[in-house]
């Protein structure tokens, strides 16, 4: 049942429409764009977004710390995502806390500023950083992931704040970079220390709870063979002759997709809320002239599994070496894995955990049918459940368009994951009770 000011929040935040939907323009703005790789970065973008985020915070009452990620001084361990090769100098970590008046529960809310490259413009309705408004929905890259997640949980507290509610618990705020490459802003935070009873991450889930995600490992195996002219008849390759690559990796890629089928099949790789481990071939190169055998393929693959698993990359290096078993060629040339040691565990929380409770009860308040969820791919949760042991769940809204062409936000949809926050915050962290009149 909500009380007299919970109601009130409520009605605010629907009458501040305009205002959510002016700051996620703002924040679509920034063309703060990470790489996939190790490719440059407009620092600048990051600086100026981050420089926003801290005076928005500051203005509202929050404790402010800012630094840089310096990757040599992280922690690194098996499914800690860490690239030594990254630079994330230039890119800073803003942290926010605001310290409870009485004696509730804390919480942080995170937030991940970077957003992946918007890709040909000429595919987008409009241009991908304009923030256009269309048919009740926000157009422009990082308006579902997550820039409109950021824009709801400031716009929460503000929220919060303008009602008179005060909380009882710390609310921790964390804005973080490179959460689409490398996940290492947020690992930061917890390596700085900061923990809390709880946490919530506003990605898009189309407002389910979302409870559990699955880990990830990509690599690229290397599959060799002998050049040779293709338009000259080539003896055997036991006698010299040419031996070519790309028939050879069919066999390594029909391997892997028998790989997936077999993690399919078996018991340990079905979860309620995930689908079973899988190993998909992202992009294939090899060869060097039309007219040439080609003496060397390289397979990458991005492979996604269940939380808890181990021993991946000794599955499929098994599976690498089935292969060779059975191909003469290949026996004494094996196919060999690389690039592929860093890899980021999945994450889950149990359904019984408080913070999924309130969350399933605030969205039953707001007539959203509750409904837990599981990720397919991984968000900075891995790290505050795994590292920093602290419950995490996100709600958001829906990533349909997310990482395409023309990604969008409804914004009802931005309104309600705006209400959805304001009341977990509320009901989290608890209040202090208003001196009576």
Not at 72 to 86: C, H, I, M, Q, T
Not at 171 to 186: F, K, R, Y
Not at 283 to 310: K, N
Not at 329 to 348: C, I, S
């Amino acid at each position: 049942m909500l009380t007299q000011s919970e109601r009130r929040l409520l009605n605010m935040i629907g009458n501040r429409q305009d205002q959510i939907v002016g700051l996620l323009r703002e924040l679509v703005h920034f063309k703060t764009v990470v790489p996939s790789g190790d490719g440059p970065v407009d620092h600048d973008e990051f600086k100026e977004f981050q420089a926003l985020m801290a005076a928005t915070l500051g203005g509202m009452g929050f404790g402010l710390d800012v630094w840089e990620v310096d990757v040599a001084e992280l922690e690194d361990f098996p499914g800690s995502g860490v690239n030594a090769a990254r630079d994330l100098s230039n890119m800073p970590v803003v942290v926010g806390k605001l310290l409870g008046g009485g004696r509730g529960r804390s919480l942080i809310l995170n937030g991940h500023c970077d957003v992946v490259s918007p890709g040909l413009e000429e595919n987008w309705r409009y241009p991908p950083f304009a923030g256009y408004i269309e048919d009740g929905r926000l157009y422009g890259r990082g308006a579902v992931d997550m820039k409109g997640g950021i824009a709801a949980m400031l716009e929460a507290v503000r929220s919060i704040q303008l009602s008179g509610i005060q909380l009882a618990g710390d609310l921790i705020v964390q804005v973080v970079p490179d959460e689409e490459a490398s996940c290492m802003g947020t690992l930061s935070c917890c390596q700085r220390g900061y923990a809390a009873d709880a946490a919530i991450i506003p990605e898009p889930t189309g407002l389910k709870v979302l409870v559990a995600m699955r880990g990830s490992l990509s690599g690229t195996i290397t599959v060799p063979g002998r050049a040779g002219h293709a338009e000259l008849t080539q003896p055997h390759w036991t006698e010299g002759g040419a031996v070519n690559a790309i028939s050879k990796a069919v066999k390594v890629l029909v391997a892997l997709d028998e790989l997936t089928e077999e993690w399919r099949s078996r018991p340990d790789k079905q979860h309620r809320f995930l689908d079973p481990d899988i190993i998909v071939p992202t992009m294939i190169q090899g060869g060097e002239w039309a007219v040439t055998y080609p003496e060397s393929v390289d397979i990458t693959f991005d492979s996604t599994f269940l939380p808890g698993a181990t021993g991946k990359r000794e599955e499929i290096e098994e599976k690498l070496r089935q292969v060779s078993d059975s191909d003469a060629w290949l026996k004494g040339h094996p196919p060999t894995l690389r690039d592929a040691d860093v890899w980021f565990y999945g994450a889950e929380v149990d359904e019984s955990e408080p913070i999924v409770q309130t969350a399933v009860g605030v969205l039953s308040e707001l007539g959203i049918e509750p409904a837990l969820a599981g990720m397919g791919s991984l968000t900075d949760a891995i790290h505050l459940i795994n590292y920093a042991r602290i419950p995490t769940i996100s709600i958001g809204p829906s990533d349909q368009t997310a990482h395409s062409a023309d990604e969008h936000i409804a914004i009802g949809e931005l309104v309600d994951t705006t209400r959805a926050l304001a009341l977990a915050i509320v009901r989290w962290c608890g209040v202090v009770p208003s001196d009576p009149v």
